[in-house]
């Protein structure tokens, strides 16, 4: 069985997709290049730092006052510029895991509405049978309490008017 001119994988994104789909193992996976960015951060922070005072300090015959600050102020431009895109970076991967997972959370809402929606509707459009209220024998007798303690004198009437 020979290799040539096949993929040594049939898919090579197939890994990637399936973290794609996985919420927990996305995260996981851009924890690790936050790792690497926040490495790459440090380390060009003491880089800048560094730089920062070799050029600064260095000086040459002749020089006026502020030169070799002049002369650094390019370089130092072009590492602060670096250490910001590498926080927006650093940033947007921490975003975008926290928005991975707000998105299937999302989903899993959206799933749950309608499913509530659509029994809402359903009882809406069936509504179940309601058994009519029971009279016992009482047609046109009125029975002895009608939702009233029958008073037993005129004082017993509270702040109700006399027929």
């Known amino acids: 069985m020979s290799t040539e001119g096949k993929?040594?994988?049939d898919?090579?994104?197939?890994?990637?997709?399936?973290?794609?789909?996985n919420p927990a193992a996305y995260a996981h996976y851009l924890a690790d290049f936050h790792r690497v960015v926040l490495d790459m951060q440090a380390k060009l922070e003491i880089l800048q730092r560094e730089t920062?005072?070799?050029?600064?300090?260095?000086?040459?015959?002749?020089?006026?006052?502020?030169?070799?600050?002049l002369r650094s102020l390019p370089l130092e431009k072009s590492l602060n510029d670096v250490l910001k895109n590498l926080k927006s970076i650093s940033s947007g991967l921490e975003k975008s895991a926290h928005k991975r997972y707000a998105h299937d959370e999302k989903v899993n809402a959206v799933k749950k509405n309608r499913k509530e929606k659509a029994q809402l509707k359903a009882r809406k459009n069936n509504p179940p049978l309601q058994a009519a209220p029971e009279n016992p024998g009482q047609q046109g007798t009125q029975g002895p309490n009608m939702g009233y303690g029958g008073p037993t004198s005129i004082y017993d009437l509270d702040r109700r008017e006399s027929a």
């Open 11 to 21: 898919d090579p994104n197939a890994a990637l997709r399936e973290i794609a789909q």
């Open 52 to 69: 920062r005072l070799h050029c600064r300090n260095t000086h040459l015959d002749g020089d006026k006052w502020g030169q070799a600050l």
């Open 7 to 9: 993929p040594f994988f």
